[in-house]
């Protein structure tokens, strides 16, 4: 009877333990190589320094930043090493709301496509508006090194990427920007 008892619980106790370390429901399948997906900047020099914006992390975290001590910008030619990215990362706070993992996964999917060479034309938004950049992030898992696609900039230039899935996650993470903001 003990026995049976003994195996019944450890056969409980094993399958919880498998449970909780295989499984991070938070984090989408096949990303826990890549740390962040998405980023919205805003940068305004007009009345003073402005820098802020916020990080979609591969647990959907939204990562908020305002004029950070340390930063190191998005550089789409050169990229972003993960070292930098971890750095950017400690000077964020987490947003009081997150992306479900479903509409996570469907953007990062979107945003895997993602072709930067058809731009329109950059044209003038106004004056002292600033400029709202919105990017997706690539990431080489050889070189570690993250790569920027622009995908939408509106403020003093517009111009935005004309990739059917660019547009539509551009037009995601509005939404989520007026949430954040």
Known sequence: MKTKLLKKCAAVLLLSFFAFVGCDEGTVEGSTEQQIFFEVSYTNNA???????????????????E????????NGKTGITLDQIKENLLN???AATSIPAADLKN?????????DSAFSKPVSGGADRGITSFYVYHYDKETQVYKSVLINQTGDIETFNKDKS????????????????
């Not at 591969?58 to 930043?65: H, K, P």
């Open 47 to 65: 009345w003073g320094k402005q820098f802020k914006g916020f990080i979609i992390d591969r647990d959907g975290q939204i990562r908020l930043y």
């Open 67 to 74: 004029n950070p001590a340390k930063w190191t910008l998005v």
């Open 92 to 94: 964020t706070t987490r």
């Open 107 to 115: 953007y990062i999917s979107k945003s895997a496509a993602i072709d």
């Open 166 to 181: 660019a547009i539509e996650v551009s037009t995601w993470l509005s939404t989520v920007l007026a949430q954040v903001y």
